[in-house]
């Protein structure tokens, strides 16, 4: 079946790195993604890795997957207060194209 | 110059009657989605039009039906309202890899 799973919070202090982790079952998915759902906003895309690549650096954003285990990290170099948000892993489920979202994790950003 | 709206942002009503929300996107894409999340910000896909098809009708109650005039809107309308449908719902569109969700519509049933 298809199931994305993430621990529900991370606190951090401004200027620490965050890691957030997520697990995924659907070892077809094509792409993996990293959303980000401000208070009361909607879902920004924040980051993507193809499944045959194991790192992708964007600025502060490293993505880490392990296809063998289903892991997917997104790390956060130098956290900042406007990070604070929910970050959602997701997966592209099958053939159909849907996402399938893990339950979020709120990244607390202490000053 | 929005890319995927939503209309309304915000909508309260009472058990027992009917809505619609509104969503279009001005990008070209062929797909567009509603999704529910729920109070504990779960998220879960609900329908998937492609080009005016309904593609992917997950286990949704028959009191919410999408339509799909043209494939730049989706409107999801909800017959007989009821208390557990107070929800954020979510519109997006999509094409080839990358989906871009609406801001949402947060629907408070009372």
Same mark, same amino acid.
């Given at each position: 079946?298809?199931? $994305? ?9 401004? /200027? ?16 993996? &993604? ?16 193809? %499944? ?17 285990? @289903? ?12 990070? %604070?948000?929910? &970050?959602?892993? !997701?997966?592209? /489920? ?9 339950? /979020?994790?709120?990244?607390?950003? @202490?000053? | ?10 909508? $309260? ?6 809505? %619609? ?11 567009? &989605?509603? &999704? ?7 998220? @879960? ?19 919410? %039906? ?5 494939? !730049? ?13 107070? !929800? ?10 990358? !989906? ?8 408070? $049933?009372?």
């Amino acid at each position: 079946g298809e199931d $994305v799973e993430q621990s529900l919070f991370l606190s951090v202090r401004e /200027g620490d790195s965050s890691v957030i982790n997520c697990t995924y079952t659907d070892s077809s998915s094509t792409y993996l &993604y990293w959303y980000k759902q401000e208070p009361g906003a909607g879902l920004q895309l924040l980051t993507y890795i193809f %499944s045959n690549m194991d790192m992708k650096q964007d600025q502060r954003l490293t993505v880490l997957l392990n296809k063998k285990d @289903k892991h997917l990290s997104l790390r956060i170099a130098d956290t900042q207060t406007g990070d %604070s948000a929910i &970050y959602f892993c !997701a997966e592209t /489920g099958s053939n159909t194209g849907k996402l399938i979202f893990g339950q /979020g994790t709120t990244l607390q950003v @202490k000053p | 110059d929005t890319a995927v709206s939503q209309t309304p942002k915000y909508l $309260v009503t009472q058990m027992g009657n009917d809505k %619609s929300i509104k969503c279009e996107q001005n990008l070209g894409h062929d797909t567009m &989605y509603w &999704y529910k999340q729920d109070s504990k910000k779960f998220l @879960k896909i609900m329908f998937s039009y492609n080009n005016k098809e309904l593609i992917i009708n997950e286990t949704v109650p028959n009191r919410f %039906s999408p339509k799909s005039p043209d494939k !730049a809107h989706l409107n999801l309308h909800i017959n007989s309202l009821e208390l557990g449908d107070s !929800a954020v719902y979510f519109c997006a569109s999509r094409l080839g890899t990358f !989906a871009f969700f609406g801001q949402g519509t947060r629907l408070t $049933v009372v």
